[in-house]
Nanobody, 115 residues
């Protein structure tokens, strides 16, 4: 099982930007697609962005035009660039296989957007 560690979350003001990173303990290039999920208190864990091994990307409507997912297979890392952040983006962000995740999740990284 691949171990994934998320980082980069922080407290930012509305309109600000963050770049999240997801580092794998082993090669994730062999995984067909990876994604970023988020979960706010009392909410479902939702897939917001995903990327295939060939670089094709898909975003949920609420983040289109603001978030960009990318990957660097040589560095075994997946990124999420988040711009124009809104309070409703506040959540714990996780990376995992997408659209079907592995059963084990990492600790995630907290993103809080507040003035």
């Amino acid at each position: 099982q691949v171990q994934l560690v998320e980082s980069g979350g922080d407290l930012v003001q509305p309109g600000g930007s963050l770049r999240l990173s997801c580092a794998g303990s082993g090669s994730i290039a062999s995984i067909a697609a990876m994604g970023w999920y988020r979960q706010a208190p009392g909410k479902r864990r939702d897939l917001v962005a995903r990327i295939t091994s060939s670089g094709n990307t898909i975003y949920t409507d609420s983040v289109k035009g603001r978030f960009t997912i990318s990957r660097d297979n040589a560095k075994n890392t997946v990124f999420l660039q988040m711009n124009s952040l809104k309070p409703e983006d506040s959540a714990v962000y996780y990376c995992n296989r997408a659209p079907i995740p592995w059963p084990s999740w990492g600790q995630g990284t907290q993103v809080t957007v507040s003035s």
